[in-house]
C-alpha cells in the first residue's frame, strides 16, 4: 500500500470516529441541558416566571444584540458584564444581607467570619439544591430567594430602561438608555436571565457540580474550580508535550524536502484567462471595503469600552449602539475574509482547467450580487432588531440572532447557505474535466473540492437550532459554525489552495504538496474536531465534553510547533528565482499568516485552552486577545495574502509600488502586534488575576473596569488600532490603485 493511500485512510479514520464522538456528545447535550421548566413557582405554589416568558426572554436578550451586549455563561461583548455572574453575585450579597439582618441586626459585612461562614453554608443550601420536578415540570424557590428575584428584576428594570440612577453604569456597560423598550419585555428577559443563572449555581442531578461545571467562579455560593478542571488541564498538557515529541520525530525522520529546480520563468504568465478568471477583480473592490468598514467599526467599538455613551463627544449610541458595532465589527470579519478565499477559489477552479463551463461568467456575477444583498440587508436588519424596531419572529428572520459570529437573521443564513452551494457548483464545474483525465494533480483536486464541499455543508450546522432552542443546544450547533466551519474546514481548503498556488508556481512537485496537504489535514482535524468541545466546558454540557475538549484542543497546538519551519521554508522560497520577486509581498503575508498561528493561535491559544485557564478567563479580554490575533493574524493576513496572489496573476504588467507594499505590510503587522501587548494582554492579565482572587463577576464589574489604570490601558490600544488602521487604509488604495490604473492603460491601448 502506497503512502498517498494510506494518508486517505488515515483522513477517512480521523474524519469518521471524530464527527461519531462529537455527535455523542451532541447527543447527550440534548439529554442533559438544563431543563426549562413550564414554571418556576414560590413554595407557596405562586408562578414567578413561566416557560414562555423564559423563552420569548432569550428572544428579547438576543433581539437587544444578545452575546453583543455583555455575555451570558462566559459567552458574548467584554464591556458589559457577564449577566449570569452579576445576577449570581449581586443575588448572593441581597440574600446573605437578608439572613444578617435577620439573625444578627446588622449587614453581612460587618458579621465575624465564623457568622459569614454559617450564612454561606445556608446559603449554598438553598441556591445549589436543584428543585426541578420532572413530573410537574417546575422549578420550586425559596422565599428569600422569590425576594431577591423581585430586588433584581428592579434592577435590571433600571438599568435597561431610563432610571437615572444607572446613567453612570449605562456609560460604563455601552449599553443605551430605553434599551427594553416596555415593561412586559423587561419582565421576559428578567426570567431568561434567573434562568440561566440557575443553571450556573444548580448542582445537576446526583452531582455536586452545578449545570455550567461550577462556572462561573463566586465562593459565596460555592461555585469553586472542581478536581475535573485541575485533572484535565493536566491531561492536556501531558498530551501536547508527548505529541510535540512525536511531531518533531516524524519531521526529522522524513527529512529534508527533496531538492527541485525552479522554473527559469514565471509558469502562470504562459497561463490563461478566462473571462470569469477577469470577472474576480470586483471581488477584491469589496473586500478592500469591508475591510476599512470592519475597521472603522472596530475602532468604534474599541472606544466605546473608554466612552460607553458616544465617540469624543458625538452622542452615537443614540444611532448606532455598542451592539450594532460589535455586531458589524464581528461579522464583517467573517465576511470579508470568506470572500476573498472565495474568490481565490473563483480564480483559481477554471484556471486549472484552462476554460469556463456554459454559465460560470453569469455564475461568477450572480454570486457576487447575492453576496452584497446578504452583507448590507443582514446589516440593516441586525440595526432593526437592536433599535427594538421588529417584533421577536421578524427579528429572528430578518434581525438580529444574538449568537456572536452567527448574528445574521435566519432569512440572511439560508440565503448565504444557498449562496455556498452556488460556489461549491461554480467550483465543481470547472475540475470535473480535469478529474476525468486522471492527471497527477488528480488527488490536490479531491482534496480541494472536498474542503470546498466541507465549507459549502457545514454552514448549515447554523440552521440547527429555532428561535426559542435551549441554549446549551444552541451553543453546541454554534460552535460547529464557529469553529468547525471557520476554523476547522476555512484552514483545510487554505492549506490546499496554498499548495495549489505552490505547485502552479513550479515551486512544488505536485505528489509532493498532495501529500503534505493530506498529513497536514490529518494532523490538525485529529485536534480541529472534537477540539470544538474546548468551547463548550461551561455552557450547560456533561463532564465528558470537558474531556475530550481538553485533550484535543491541545492537539490543536501541535501543528504549530513546526510554523517556524513553515515560514522558512515560504521565505527560501520567495528566494529561489529572480523573478519569483514579484510574488515576495504575497509570499510575505504567508510568512505572516506562520507568525501569527504560532503566536495568535498557539500561545495566546493554549493560554485559555485548558479547563482550569479557561474556568477564570472565560469572556475576559483573554478571548479577544486570541481572537484578534487569531482570527486576523491568521485568516485575515492569508486573506490578503491570497488577494494578493490573484492580483499579481491578473496585473501581470504592472509594477507595484514597494514602498507602499512594505508599508501595508509592516503597518498591519506591528499595529496587531501593538494592539496585542499594549492593551489586550494586560487588561486580560489584569482580569484574570481580578478572576481568581474575587471571583469573575468583579473581573467584569465597572468597578475593575473604569479604575484609572486600566482605562489608561485601554486608551493605549488607540497606538496600535491607529497604525493598524492606515496599513488597512493604504491596502484599499492599492487595490483601488491598481485596478483604476489597469482599466486606464487597457482603455489607451
Given at each position: 500500500m502506497n503512502r498517498e493511500r494510506k494518508l486517505w485512510i488515515g483522513f477517512a479514520l480521523v474524519m469518521g470516529i471524530s464527527f461519531a464522538i462529537l455527535g455523542y456528545f451532541g447527543y447527550e447535550i440534548y439529554q442533559q441541558s438544563p431543563p426549562i421548566p413550564e414554571k418556576i413557582i414560590s413554595a407557596e405554589n405562586k408562578t414567578i416566571?413561566?416557560?414562555?416568558?423564559?423563552?420569548?426572554?432569550?428572544?428579547?436578550?438576543?433581539?437587544?444584540?444578545?452575546?453583543?451586549?455583555?455575555?451570558?455563561?462566559?459567552?458574548g461583548a467584554y464591556v458589559a458584564p457577564d449577566w449570569t455572574a452579576d445576577w449570581l453575585h449581586r443575588e448572593a450579597v441581597f440574600i446573605l444581607d437578608k439572613y444578617a439582618k435577620k439573625d444578627f441586626n446588622t449587614n453581612f459585612d460587618a458579621l465575624t467570619e465564623e457568622q459569614k461562614a454559617g450564612l454561606k453554608i445556608r446559603l449554598q443550601q438553598d441556591l445549589r439544591k436543584n428543585t426541578f420536578n420532572a413530573q410537574t415540570n417546575t422549578i420550586t424557590v425559596s422565599n428569600d430567594r422569590m425576594a431577591a428575584i423581585a430586588y433584581l428584576s428592579d434592577y435590571y428594570k433600571g438599568l435597561f430602561m431610563d432610571d437615572p440612577k444607572f446613567d453612570q453604569l449605562r456609560h460604563d456597560y455601552a449599553i443605551p438608555k430605553m434599551s427594553i423598550k416596555d415593561t412586559e419585555r423587561m419582565h421576559k428577559m428578567n426570567a431568561f436571565f434567573f434562568w440561566a443563572t440557575?443553571?450556573?449555581?444548580?448542582?445537576?442531578?446526583?452531582?455536586?457540580?452545578?449545570?455550567?461545571?461550577?462556572?462561573?467562579?463566586?465562593?459565596?455560593?460555592?461555585?469553586?474550580?472542581?478536581?475535573?478542571?485541575?485533572?484535565?488541564?493536566?491531561?492536556?498538557?501531558?498530551?501536547?508535550?508527548?505529541?510535540?515529541?512525536?511531531?518533531?520525530?516524524?519531521?526529522?525522520k522524513s527529512g529534508e524536502d527533496e531538492h527541485f529546480e525552479t522554473p527559469a520563468a514565471d509558469p502562470l504568465l504562459k497561463q490563461g484567462m478566462t473571462p470569469s478568471m477577469f470577472m474576480i477583480k470586483k471581488y477584491f473592490l469589496v473586500v478592500s471595503l469591508l475591510i476599512v468598514l470592519q475597521v472603522v467599526m472596530g475602532v468604534i467599538t474599541a472606544h466605546y469600552g473608554v466612552e460607553g455613551n458616544g465617540f469624543y463627544g458625538i452622542p452615537l449610541d443614540k444611532f448606532l449602539p455598542y451592539a450594532v458595532t460589535r455586531t458589524w465589527h464581528t461579522q464583517l470579519a467573517i465576511f470579508w475574509i470568506a470572500t476573498a478565499w472565495l474568490a481565490t477559489g473563483l480564480y483559481i477552479a477554471p484556471a486549472v482547467s484552462g476554460k469556463d463551463p456554459k454559465f460560470q461568467v453569469f455564475g461568477v456575477n450572480f454570486l457576487f450580487v447575492a453576496l452584497l444583498i446578504i452583507v448590507l440587508g443582514s446589516m440593516a436588519g441586525q440595526w432593526m432588531g437592536v433599535m427594538q424596531k421588529l417584533n421577536l419572529i421578524q427579528n429572528f428572520w430578518f434581525g438580529h440572532q444574538g449568537y456572536e459570529y452567527v448574528d445574521l437573521g435566519r432569512f440572511w443564513q439560508v440565503f448565504l447557505l444557498i449562496g455556498l452551494f452556488l460556489w461549491l457548483a461554480l467550483m465543481v464545474r470547472p475540475l470535473l474535466p480535469v478529474l476525468r483525465k486522471k492527471t497527477a494533480e488528480k488527488n490536490l483536486i479531491i482534496m480541494f473540492l472536498i474542503s470546498c464541499t466541507a465549507i459549502a455543508l457545514f454552514y448549515a450546522a447554523g440552521l440547527m437550532w429555532g428561535r426559542q432552542t435551549n441554549l446549551a443546544i444552541a451553543e453546541y450547533w454554534r460552535w460547529w459554525v464557529v469553529h468547525l466551519w471557520v476554523e476547522g474546514f476555512f484552514e483545510v481548503f487554505a492549506t490546499v489552495v496554498i499548495a495549489f498556488l505552490f505547485v502552479r508556481l513550479g515551486l512544488l512537485k505536485t505528489k509532493t504538496a498532495t501529500l503534505n496537504v493530506i498529513f497536514s489535514t490529518i494532523i490538525f482535524m485529529s485536534g480541529g474536531i472534537l477540539g470544538t468541545c474546548h468551547h463548550l466546558y461551561f455552557s450547560g454540557t456533561p463532564v465528558g465534553v470537558m474531556a475530550f475538549g481538553a485533550t484535543f484542543s491541545a492537539l490543536e497546538i501541535v501543528p504549530l510547533v513546526l510554523i517556524g519551519y513553515e515560514a522558512y521554508h515560504n521565505y527560501r522560497?520567495?528566494?529561489?528565482?529572480?523573478?519569483?520577486?514579484?510574488?515576495?509581498?504575497?509570499?510575505?503575508?504567508?510568512?505572516?499568516?506562520?507568525?501569527?498561528?504560532?503566536?495568535?493561535?498557539?500561545?495566546?491559544?493554549?493560554?485559555?485552552?485548558?479547563?482550569?485557564?479557561?474556568?477564570?478567563?472565560?469572556?475576559?479580554?483573554?478571548?479577544?486577545?486570541?481572537?484578534?490575533?487569531?482570527?486576523?493574524?491568521?485568516?485575515?493576513?492569508?486573506?490578503?495574502?491570497?488577494?494578493?496572489?490573484?492580483?499579481?496573476?491578473?496585473?501581470?504588467?504592472?509594477?507595484?509600488?514597494?514602498?507602499?507594499?512594505?508599508?501595508?505590510?509592516?503597518?498591519?503587522?506591528?499595529?496587531?502586534?501593538?494592539?496585542?501587548?499594549?492593551?489586550?494582554?494586560?487588561?486580560?492579565?489584569?482580569?484574570?488575576?481580578?478572576?481568581?482572587?474575587?471571583?469573575?463577576?468583579?473581573?467584569?464589574?465597572?468597578?475593575?473596569?473604569?479604575?484609572?489604570?486600566?482605562v489608561t490601558l485601554k486608551w493605549l490600544r488607540a497606538i496600535g488600532d491607529t497604525i493598524f488602521g492606515l496599513g488597512i487604509l493604504a491596502l484599499c488604495y492599492f487595490v483601488f490603485e491598481i485596478s483604476f490604473r489597469e482599466k486606464s492603460r487597457m482603455g489607451k491601448a
Open positions: 416566571f413561566t416557560e414562555a416568558e423564559i423563552k420569548d426572554g432569550q428572544n428579547i436578550w438576543q433581539s437587544i444584540g444578545g452575546q453583543e451586549v455583555g455575555s451570558i455563561w462566559g459567552h440557575w443553571a450556573t449555581v444548580t448542582e445537576r442531578p446526583g452531582s455536586k457540580i452545578s449545570y455550567t461545571h461550577n462556572w462561573p467562579s463566586d465562593e459565596l455560593v460555592g461555585n469553586v474550580a472542581t478536581s475535573n478542571l485541575l485533572i484535565w488541564s493536566g491531561v492536556s498538557i501531558i498530551l501536547l508535550i508527548f505529541c510535540i515529541g512525536v511531531l518533531v520525530f516524524y519531521h526529522v522560497l520567495s528566494k529561489s528565482t529572480t523573478w519569483l520577486r514579484d510574488y515576495k509581498w504575497p509570499i510575505y503575508f504567508m510568512i505572516a499568516v506562520a507568525f501569527w498561528n504560532f503566536l495568535g493561535a498557539g500561545v495566546f491559544g493554549f493560554i485559555i485552552n485548558p479547563p482550569i485557564a479557561l474556568y477564570y478567563v472565560q469572556g475576559l479580554n483573554t478571548t479577544p486577545l486570541h481572537g484578534h490575533t487569531a482570527l486576523f493574524g491568521v485568516y485575515g493576513m492569508l486573506g490578503i495574502g491570497l488577494m494578493l496572489f490573484v492580483l499579481r496573476s491578473l496585473y501581470r504588467h504592472e509594477v507595484w509600488n514597494e514602498k507602499l507594499m512594505k508599508f501595508i505590510f509592516w503597518a498591519t503587522n506591528v499595529g496587531l502586534l501593538a494592539m496585542a501587548l499594549l492593551s489586550l494582554l494586560p487588561v486580560g492579565i489584569w482580569q484574570a488575576i481580578a478572576s481568581i482572587e474575587h471571583g469573575m463577576w468583579y473581573a467584569r464589574s465597572s468597578e475593575l473596569m473604569q479604575q484609572p489604570g486600566m
